[in-house]
């Protein structure tokens, strides 16, 4: 019998599949929290499977466990749990956020080209300007992508629907997807979207062709600051910079000079240097920055809980009967690389 405990609020369907499976016995912690703090021996120690966002406290004493799912795509809350050391594979939410962020990505470009935030700003003053500033279309436009995961691919998806160029840059081959997490009718799982594919040694000639750069990368110790003051003045200064990711990728004075230099024409940000931001944050108060406070994709979208659940349903299912597990960290990736 696999024992599988889950430290998460419950999606009805899944659970009650969960519990019509044979070979499985579910528990429910009774107050499912998303932070780390201890949970009862009685209720870890015979675990085999573990749904969470955070470890227990006292996980080293799980000394059944196989397989942890988290309920986030990033798992940085994993790494020094020597997880690879006892045996535990471990998998993420990746892809349960590809659809808001995408669709964030495309209300960005379209209120960047647009100046939405200037008509808002003419709106509030009364202010009756039909400037050409307020009338551009994104239709036409390049948008690159740097690296091409899920959230990547969905944006792509969209992007080519609307007339846009895409273009990609990434470290590899891009490959097809049958072990990520995908919507139905959703992404590019086969990996053909992209017009132009550039890799790592091609950085400069990608940032040159750009109109919209969207930032879809990990935040890695290789990746931290990837976006510097080279890279930004390698953008166009009628481009504007998107990161829906993780803050850090870009390094913070080298964005705050771009956009009060007038490098980049403006920015797009959901990921930041502080949590919550300081209200004294020059980024705050730039005409040229839309700021939103990391809500792009959240465990409050609507479908969140459905999406995590699944996953979780089938990859109970995929390790019962010894296949491949949708959205496996591989030893690399548990180690922080």
């Avoid at 059944?64 to 006892?86: D, H, P, T, W």
């Amino acid at each position: 019998m696999l024992k599988v405990l889950i430290d998460m609020p419950v999606y009805e369907p899944v659970l009650r599949q969960l519990q019509q499976t044979p070979g499985i016995s579910v528990e429910v912690v009774a107050q499912p929290e998303e932070k780390v703090r201890p949970l009862p021996l009685s209720q870890i120690q015979d675990c085999d499977v573990l749904f969470c966002t955070f470890l227990p406290e006292n996980h080293e004493a799980m000394t059944r466990l196989k397989l942890v799912q988290i309920s986030s795509a990033g798992y940085s809350q994993l790494f020094g749990k020597k997880l690879v050391e006892r045996g535990v594979r471990a998998c993420n939410s990746l892809g349960v956020f590809d659809i808001p962020i995408a669709e964030w990505n495309i209300a960005m470009m379209i209120n960047l080209a647009r100046d939405v935030r200037g008509l808002i700003r003419n709106q509030e003053n009364r202010i009756w300007d039909r400037s050409a500033r307020f009338q551009k279309e994104i239709r036409g436009s390049v948008v690159g992508i740097w690296g091409y995961g899920g959230i990547g691919r969905e944006t792509a998806r969209l992007a080519k629907a609307l007339g846009m160029t895409v273009h990609v840059l990434v470290r590899q081959e891009i490959q097809k997807r049958n072990t990520v997490f995908c919507v139905p009718g959703t992404g590019d799982p086969d990996g053909t979207f992209p017009d132009r594919i550039f890799y790592g040694h091609e950085k400069e000639a990608f940032l040159n062709s750009l109109d919209f750069l969207v930032m879809a990368v990990p935040q890695t110790a290789t990746t931290t600051g990837i976006m510097g003051e080279t890279e930004l003045r390698m953008l166009k200064p009628t481009a504007f910079v998107l990161n829906p990711a993780r803050g850090p990728l870009i390094q913070e004075q080298a964005l705050i000079r771009a956009l009060e230099e007038g490098w980049i024409a403006g920015a797009a940000l959901d990921t930041h240097y502080y949590y919550p931001m300081p209200p004294d944050h020059p980024l705050w108060a730039l005409p040229n920055v839309i700021l939103t406070p990391h809500i792009s994709g959240s465990s409050l979208s609507p479908r969140f809980l459905e999406r995590v659940s699944t996953i979780f349903l089938e990859n109970v299912v995929r390790f019962s009967a010894g296949e491949p597990l949708l959205n496996e960290l591989t030893v690399s990736q548990l180690a922080g690389n």
